[in-house]
């Protein structure tokens, strides 16, 4: 079974930044993409960044150019660079990786962006 396990969140002041790591486990990462999500308190779990096998990304545009989505397919590794963090980033954020029909979910990671 795939496992993913999240490193890299914390506390962290407005304007400040963060790199979330996730690892896999498992043989088939290299096949599937991979994405981070996040939810705040009262809300729904949303995309943040996807990265496709190929290495293509995708972003919300209200994040393009502050969070940068990575992968290294040698350390069965996906990151996330979070740059000029605000308050309204601070949310749970939670690694995913999408084998069809099954999605496979980290246990989450707490980001919070606090003066």
């Known amino acids: 079974q795939v496992q993913l396990v999240e490193s890299g969140g914390g506390l962290v002041q407005p304007g400040g930044s963060l790199r979330l790591s996730c690892a896999a486990s498992?043989?088939?990462?290299?096949?599937?993409?991979m994405g981070w999500y996040r939810q705040a308190p009262g809300k729904q779990r949303e995309l943040v960044a996807k990265?496709?096998?190929?290495?293509?990304?995708n972003y919300p545009d209200s994040l393009k150019g502050r969070f940068t989505i990575s992968r290294d397919n040698a350390k069965n590794t996906v990151y996330l660079q979070m740059n000029s963090l605000k308050p309204e980033d601070t949310a749970v954020y939670y690694c995913?990786?999408?084998?069809?029909?099954?999605?496979?979910w980290g246990q989450g990671t707490q980001v919070t962006v606090s003066s």
């Open positions: 995913n990786l999408h084998a069809p029909p099954i999605n496979y």
């Open positions: 498992g043989s088939i990462f290299r096949a599937y993409a």
């Open positions: 990265i496709t096998s190929g290495g293509s990304t």
